[in-house]
């Protein structure tokens, strides 16, 4: 696919335009509606503790860049991090997205973090759940996502925009 039309943002021209910060690049629909979502809650990500949990080429390593592009401190976990907790509980921003479902306990988290859901996972009923276990983390968010509802509007938002973009930018 033409890195112009590329709307989903996964050629590797446009993923080396979110690594040089070049704005003329199409970026990953998932981790840019990640950002907008953090954003509209008003916080300064600069100096702030950014934690992802999740190192995939679709969300988490893009994610991450993001982060370090609104000056966040970033430190990126996974599903072989030892001692999880210890880093999720110095998060101001925890994103979460390694596919593991209500992986994030309430006592994984910081008092008033801003806490992003991107899994999509089953329970044993087979209901959508996502990678935090929303009832035991929310009391302690001053944001959470939900699961179904969060993160999946604001993927096809921002997909949406990158469509209006990109047929901007192929016009003649």
């Known amino acids: 696919i033409d890195p112009k039309k590329d709307v989903d943002g996964f050629s590797q021209m446009n993923i080396g335009s979110l690594l040089l910060d070049d704005k003329r690049g199409l970026y990953s629909c998932t981790p840019l509606g990640i950002i907008h979502l953090i954003l509209s809650t008003g916080i300064d990500l600069t100096g702030k503790h950014a934690v992802v949990v999740g ?25 072989k991090t030892r001692d999880l907790g210890e880093f999720t509980r110095t998060a101001d921003v925890l994103v979460v997205a390694v596919g593991q479902k209500k992986l994030i306990k309430g006592d994984m988290v910081k ?49 949406m925009a990158n469509t209006l973009k990109a047929a901007k930018g192929n016009v003649q």
């Open 111 to 159: 008092e008033g973090a801003v806490v992003i859901d991107v899994g999509i996972n089953r329970d044993e009923n087979g209901k959508l759940c996502g990678d935090v276990d929303f009832e035991s983390v929310e009391p302690k968010a001053s944001y959470i996502t939900p699961v179904p509802g969060g993160v999946g509007p604001m993927t096809i938002a921002m997909l």
């Open 55 to 79: 190192r995939s080429n679709e969300v988490g390593k893009p994610v991450a860049l993001m982060l370090l592009q609104h000056n966040a401190t970033v430190t990126i976990c996974h599903s």
